[in-house]
């Protein structure tokens, strides 16, 4: 079943923990955190203050997406939070195995991201060493954004990848994901999906995430 992670950039920022309480009991898989720092991309989101009060709110494990420069630093900001996945970008780390293994020696499962136009054979020689790998299906910095549908055979490309250098690692992606385009990625090999604008703007949330979920 595909797993659905929704994103809090989407949400009440004013009932942020009441919002976060919903999407657990509505039955998502993971809580997806966006952190940007107005360097990396075009806009500032959040830091652990916060994401430590919506760590208390969630019943469900945190996927922390960093959008930032100095990933390291960041990644010091966040693993006392404990989350499940944080991910990095590889077109802003000049050193991703030493990030991986740093990430990896705090508990937490390393995943790597990559922008729409960067293809995946970009991890030829680093797939072995993650958890998960995030494709980007719309440009990184700000939610409610179209689906770029090439994503999908870039889904395809790495589902081939994995399959022959680390079976074990997920698939996930990242923007403009509805039940519309919900299959398509299914069959595609995608195992986890980032859903903001869909689940937090939809009138029954608990729905919203069930129609992913197939």
């Known amino acids: 079943m595909m797993k659905v992670a929704p994103s809090i950039l989407s949400a009440d920022f004013g009932n942020l923990a009441r919002d976060v309480a919903e999407i657990c009991q509505g039955g998502c898989d993971l809580v997806h955190v966006d952190v940007m720092d107005g360097h990396f991309v ?3 989101t ?27 630093f960041f990644v010091e900001l966040f693993a006392p939070l404990k989350p499940k996945y944080i991910s990095f970008h590889i077109e802003e780390e000049k050193h991703p195995h030493r990030l991986i293994q740093k990430i990896r020696s705090y508990g937490i499962k390393p995943a790597i991201v990559l922008n729409p136009n960067t293809i995946p054979q970009e991890l030829e020689y680093i797939l072995g060493d993650l958890d998960m790998v995030l494709l980007m299906s719309v440009n990184p910095g700000f939610g409610g954004q179209s689906f770029i549908d090439t994503v999908i055979p870039k889904a395809m490309k790495l589902d081939e990848m994995r399959r022959r250098l680390n079976p074990k690692c997920l698939i996930e992606v990242d923007g403009g994901v509805s039940d519309k385009n919900i299959q398509a990625l299914k ?3 995608v195992d986890v999906v980032v859903a903001g604008s869909y689940v937090f703007k939809h009138e029954n949330r608990a729905k919203a ?3 992913l979920q197939i």
């Not at 916060?50 to 930032?68: E, Q, R």
């Open 42 to 44: 075009p806009n500032l």
């Open 46 to 72: 959040i830091g652990p203050v916060v994401v430590s009060a919506v760590a208390k709110a969630a019943t469900k494990p945190l996927d922390i997406h960093l959008m930032v420069q100095n990933n390291t």
């Open 209 to 211: 995430i069930k129609s």
């Open 187 to 189: 069959d595609a090999g």
